[in-house]
């Protein structure tokens, strides 16, 4: 028996060994966290608490500090207000970020300017914003008027040319609308290097400023409006318009002077190429055009209605006179007129009189036109 119990006994030796060695390594840990050996069961759910706690602080921390970011970006960023009214900036060429800022902050349109050049740093745009005009209100944000100001979403000006109107009526309509002096506008008709660049056989760009609606951003100069209508004329009086012109025998510069006393002329739409007809076959014959609007052009366009005399000047302008087509165009010509000159209508009329309500009386003899006028007369009486 004695020899079981010593077998047996040896084992709850070596156990109650290792509880004592857990039993202190436990009451070490307590003691480190200062947790009484009576709380043990209790250590779980303080531990739970304190943590709920700490996290719960740090929540309550980072929604504080996001809501006063927001606060701060929105006070900063945002629109300043809720008015529609429009204001107008005027951003000259050599304004800096801070300049820009500035003016944007005395029309109370951004409220910090030290902002407004952070993040138009930030997103590298501060060399990117554009000269010119901007409409802008309260209501855009920081963001959208960098975005304008980096697209040149500038105030564009409308400059209408009609149609017929000659090179004085352009530049006084330029200087009339605000657009520039006209002395300006003048000097640049006359620069020699346009008519190099685009082939223009003429003295003057009469003829070649063609009549449209432009849009250009405000203070735009005079000679980049002068160049860009020569290129819409070029691009209105195609290289196809120009080599039916060459099949009739008509230089680009005889089809555009054609052209200019066509649109004097014509005041119905539906008579442009008749009249081009007649034109085109007094030119066969070798006869004189007779055309009134040569002569009042030679004249500077008075407004009054031409005289017997008149009909005497001598100007090579005057095609009472002298045969064939004046030395160029005597007015603007729009594309209708352009189309006319070089696609007259198959029509042997040699004659046309004003009937004094836009239309025109045509004739194939002297003496048919002769009662044609007698007509006008009357009417007109």
């Given amino acids: 028996m004695r020899y079981h119990i010593y077998k047996i006994s040896k084992p709850l030796n070596i156990f ?5 060695f857990f039993t ?6 307590t003691s480190v966290f200062r947790l009484p ?19 719960l602080s740090i929540f309550i921390l980072i929604t504080g500090f996001i809501g006063l970011s927001a606060h701060l970006f929105k006070f900063y960023f945002g629109p300043v207000g809720d008015s529609a009214e429009t204001k107008i900036i005027h951003i000259t060429p050599g304004m800096d970020s801070y300049q820009i800022a500035r003016s944007l902050v005395d029309e109370r349109l951004i409220r910090n300017p030290f902002a407004f050049r952070a993040f138009a740093r930030f997103s590298n745009s501060s060399r990117q914003l554009k000269a010119g005009k901007y409409e802008l209100n309260p209501q855009l944000n920081t963001f959208q008027i960098l975005k304008k100001l980096v697209h040149g979403d500038v105030i564009m000006s409308r400059f209408v040319v009609p149609e017929g109107f000659t090179i004085s009526q352009v530049i006084q309509i330029w200087e009339q609308n605000g657009f520039g002096k006209a002395s300006d506008f003048e000097q640049a008709t006359q620069k020699r290097f346009l ?11 009469e003829g070649y400023l063609f009549p449209d609606t432009y849009q250009f951003v405000d ?12 290129q819409t004329f070029y691009q209105k009086f195609t290289v196809d318009l120009q080599q039916e012109a060459a099949k009739l025998g008509l230089s680009v510069h005889e089809a555009v002077t054609l052209a200019s006393i066509i649109e004097k002329e014509a005041q119905v739409a539906d008579e442009r190429q008749i009249i081009s007809a007649v034109f085109h076959n007094r030119l066969r014959r070798g006869w004189r055009l007779d055309a009134d609007p040569t002569v009042l052009y030679a004249f500077g366009n008075p407004k009054r209605p031409l005289t017997s005399g008149d009909l005497n000047i001598d100007s090579p302008y005057n095609t009472y006179r002298y045969r064939g087509l ?3 165009p005597i007015c603007n010509p729009g594309l209708a007129s352009l189309i006319a000159a070089v696609r007259p209508a198959a ?10 309500n836009g239309t025109h009386y045509f004739s194939h003899t002297l003496r048919e036109h002769q009662r044609a006028i007698n007509k006008a007369k009357r009417q007109s009486d």
């Fill in 219 to 230: 203070g735009m100069r005079a000679a980049v409006v002068v160049e860009r209508m020569i």
């Fill in 16 to 20: 109650r060994r290792w509880g004592n």
């Fill in 24 to 29: 202190s390594d436990f009451r070490f840990l």
């Fill in 37 to 55: 050996t009576s709380d043990f069961r209790r250590a779980p759910r303080a531990n739970a608490n304190r943590v709920f706690i700490g996290v």
């Fill in 347 to 356: 029509t042997p009329y040699m004659y046309f009189v004003a009937m004094g």
């Fill in 326 to 328: 004046p030395p160029g």
């Fill in 195 to 205: 008519f190099t660049k685009y082939g223009i056989e003429a003295s003057t760009l």
